[in-house]
């Protein structure tokens, strides 16, 4: 499956963003979904995840209560939904599918990854 991330950008600390992830195929049942972020010196972190079918959602601490993640199976599309941005969420945002075992927020039990989209919150 091909992903394609988009509506990144810049913002002030308080905006909002949503993230778009197409992909090239049909998701639901097949794959679950998550995001995860890069900012320059650190390491790729889980943002949040969505489950294949239940939509069981998992949202890391510095996110919870600002992001959610809806999934529109219809369209094969994943968002990332993001309130009350603050300074420290600029980095590179990604989106990725597969079938992890083990945790929704874990990087490496993902196989397929988007190229990824800048958001700047100053």
């Known amino acids: 499956v091909q992903l394609v991330e988009s509506g990144g950008g810049s913002v002030q600390a308080g905006g909002s963003l949503r993230l778009s992830c197409a992909a090239s195929?049909?998701?639901?049942?097949?794959?679950?979904m998550g995001w995860f972020r890069q900012a320059p010196g650190k390491e790729r972190e889980g943002v949040a995840g969505i489950d294949a079918e239940v939509g069981s959602t998992i949202y890391a601490d510095s996110v919870e209560g600002r992001f959610t993640i809806p999934r529109d199976n219809a369209k094969n599309t994943l968002y990332l939904q993001m309130n009350s941005l603050k300074p420290e969420d600029t980095a590179m945002y990604y989106c990725?599918?597969?079938?992890?075992?083990?945790?929704?927020?874990?990087?490496?039990?993902?196989?397929?990854w988007g190229q990824g989209t800048q958001v700047t919150v100053s």
């Open positions: 990725a599918a597969g079938q992890p075992w083990r945790s929704l927020l874990r990087d490496v039990e993902y196989g397929y």
């Open positions: 195929e049909d998701t639901y049942g097949r794959y679950c």
